[in-house]
């Protein structure tokens, strides 16, 4: 089992940052996928980015490109989202989540690909 505590959310302004940061437990997969997932009032769980084990792929969404960076240190079985200029459209409770086996390509965006799900840090952007 994996257990994922995030932390770092929060309220910020509009063209403000906040880094997210996802620190993982139990018994982890050297082939293990991470990402993120974010959920706003009323709407769907939706993808935000997800990193390989080694960092060598990312995807990430097309809301998010440009503005989210998303990192891992495997030593410290850690992961980030470090988010820049955020907009109200980015408020939402935002999830870390990791998969054991390694990246499929054109799934990584899938939530059911994902077996082990933090509890979510609430992330509030004002106007």
């Known amino acids: 089992q994996v257990q994922l505590v995030e932390s770092g959310g929060g309220l910020v302004q509009a063209g403000g940052s906040l880094r997210l940061s996802c620190a993982a437990s139990?018994?982890?997969?050297?082939?293990?996928?991470m990402a993120w997932f974010r959920q706003a009032s009323g709407k769907e769980r939706e993808f935000v980015a997800a990193?390989?084990?080694?960092?060598?792929?990312?995807n990430y969404a097309d809301s998010v490109k440009g503005r989210f960076t998303i990192s891992r240190d495997n030593a410290k079985r850690t992961q980030s989202l470090q988010m820049n200029s955020l907009k109200p459209e980015d408020t939402a409770v935002y999830y870390c989540a990791q998969r054991s086996r390694s990246w499929i390509v054109g799934r990584m965006a899938l939530p059911n690909e994902y077996q082990y799900w933090g509890q979510g840090t609430q992330v509030t952007v004002s106007s």
């Open positions: 139990g018994r982890t997969s050297s082939t293990s996928v």
């Open positions: 990193i390989s084990w080694g960092g060598t792929l990312t």
